[in-house]
């Protein structure tokens, strides 16, 4: 039976059939609260709970943390900026946690963004301690990844592309969404992993729908690739990937031959020319709502509702 962890400024809590109940423990850190597994059982069993809907919620991943993300891991998104599917190759990047923010805070636009996109992920938050050279296996991937979260792994594309690296782009502040819940799983729940639906509406309208069956490599392989050098702690956070439904879209072949012949300024003035007329970009008051959850909701990440607002 899955268990959902909220976070409030100054307490942990687990959901209950009946609200929150505070669990009692001294962790500060997401790593430090996986340690302490008795304590949220016993929240769990608690009949001193308050609503849920009064807690006002923070990231249930804390900062700092490593933030590890795979790129254009889902078949649909990559076909859908003009790859294949079949010759993708095991790719990460990193992002700062001073990006993780809370999943009802607003995501702040810095000033010089104008291509401003969102990508629904499924996060992995790591429970134990993973050298470089640690073995993971279908059969003992629950013994590593503790729960998942919901994440909006939100891009500067203008910022992105003529850098050609993800960096900075992707590591501005409220830049990572994350929850509202940590849901903890065991080795059974963890195997309806593709099961799980990602879902992303701006405004209410539909952007993002597609199940993790659609991923090209799993979390035991993205796993395995990333221990072969780079050592992960409990709380680090791993995100998994988006599906099609973004704003940025590729151009059609005939025009990407055509630009490719262009001098690189050309090509970038031309091709930001056009996306700047794409409407999918967020601006200032859009509400983006993210939900991840099985369709039968036995596993439920939840909904995240951000607002997105220019930097004053």
Not at 49 to 70: G, H, I
Not at 79 to 101: C, H
Not at 116 to 123: M, P, R, T, V
Not at 259 to 282: D, V
């Amino acid at each position: 039976m899955t268990i959902s962890v909220l976070r409030t400024a100054d307490a942990w809590w687990a959901r209950t059939p009946t609200g929150a109940a505070k669990i009692a423990t001294e962790a500060t850190t997401t790593g430090e609260l996986l340690a302490d597994g008795l304590a949220i059982a016993a929240a769990t069993a608690s009949a001193d709970t308050v609503p849920v809907d009064t807690l006002a919620l923070v990231s249930p991943v804390t900062a700092p943390c490593r933030v590890v993300a795979q790129m254009t891991n889902y078949a649909s998104h990559v076909t859908d900026t003009g790859g294949d599917p079949a010759t993708v190759p095991m790719t990460f990047f990193r992002k700062t946690s001073g990006s993780i923010s809370g999943p009802y805070d607003d995501v702040v636009r810095p000033a010089h963004v104008r291509l401003l996109d969102y990508e629904a992920e499924i996060g992995l938050v790591i429970g134990r301690q993973m050298p470089v050279g640690t073995t993971v296996t279908e059969d003992n991937l629950a013994d590593y990844v503790a729960g998942l979260v919901v994440t909006n792994d939100v891009s500067a594309r203008d910022v992105q592309l003529p850098q050609t690296q993800f960096y900075e782009a992707k590591s501005y502040p409220t830049f990572t969404p994350v929850g509202p819940l940590l849901v903890l799983l065991d080795a059974d729940e963890l195997k309806r992993f593709t099961d799980l639906r990602l879902t992303l509406r701006v405004n209410g309208e539909l952007r993002q729908d597609q199940t993790a069956a659609d991923m090209i490599y799993s979390p035991v392989r993205a796993l395995q690739s990333l221990t072969r050098f780079q050592q992960l702690e409990p709380g680090d956070l791993l995100l998994t990937g988006t599906p099609v439904g973004t704003a940025l879209s590729a151009p059609p072949k005939p025009v990407q031959f055509i630009a490719s012949l262009l001098p690189p300024a050309t090509r970038w003035k031309l091709f930001f020319a056009g996306q700047a007329r794409n409407p999918k970009y967020l601006k200032d008051g859009d509400i983006v709502e993210a939900t991840i959850a099985t369709d039968d909701a036995t596993i439920d990440l939840g909904t995240q509702r951000t607002v997105v607002r220019d930097a004053r």
